[in-house]
T-cell receptor, first 115, second 110 residues
């Protein structure tokens, strides 16, 4: 069964460093998302992406964050200058369509630890 | 209550029993999805119920939706130890983003 994959599974970085989290969405899906979950808290929406453009973003998704689809299979989240509070599990998700009844399928997550 | 708030926060049952988790939300939704998360792992999609549906089944899962009360329930029948996980509801309103609840931690004991 097709699934969303993410690399790395765990990333440790120093505060102020740039990180890139990578995702390979399900191949026939057109909509892509990033969410994050700070330890012990709710899963929070960051951004949605369609047709090489951001379609929606949350207040969390400030200028430190960017997303890109560099080729036909990868979808990346870049954090330019990491802060301690960016430590979280980051989930990539994809859906086949953007219609009101689409299911979003999540990857296993990347645990980001900022020291 | 906040958008997507589950109760109970924690539930402990014996294997073979049924587990019921409830979710409430504040704003209108197009659909509501339930996910399972094993400790520290990814989110596994369980079931989606549309706003115009009242009940949906998938294997041992039964989901109900009451849009007048802005609430949903997830029933797991004949629970197994492997069902031990956190369960989240997530509502989709306008746009594509999902708004997640706080989750219910289910423990199924042998």
């Amino acid at each position: 069964e097709p699934e969303v994959t993410q690399t790395p599974s765990h990333q440790v970085t120093q505060m102020g460093q740039e990180v890139i989290l990578r995702c390979v969405p399900i191949s026939n899906h057109l909509y892509f998302y990033w969410y994050r979950q700070i330890l012990g808290q709710k899963v929070e929406f960051l951004v949605s992406f369609y047709n090489n453009e951001i379609s929606e973003k949350s207040e969390i998704f400030d200028d430190q964050f960017s997303v890109e689809r560099p080729d036909g299979s990868n979808f990346t989240l870049k954090i330019r200058s990491t802060k301690l509070e960016d430590s979280a599990m980051y989930f990539c998700a994809s859906s086949e369509t953007g219609g009101p009844y689409n299911e979003q399928f999540f990857g296993p997550g990347t645990r980001l630890t900022v020291l | 209550s906040q958008q997507g708030e589950e109760d109970p926060q924690a539930l402990s049952i014996q294997e073979g029993e049924n587990a019921t988790m409830n979710c409430s939300y504040k704003t209108s939704i197009n659909n509501l999805q339930w996910y399972r998360q094993n400790s520290g792992r990814g989110l596994v999609h369980l079931i989606l119920i549309r706003s115009n549906e009242r009940e949906k089944h998938s294997g041992r899962l039964r989901v109900t939706l009451d849009t007048s009360k802005k609430s949903s329930s997830l029933l797991i029948t004949a629970s197994r130890a492997a069902d031990t996980a956190s369960y989240f509801c997530a509502g989709r309103g306008g746009g594509n983003k999902l708004t997640f609840g706080t989750g219910t931690q289910l423990k199924v004991e042998l």
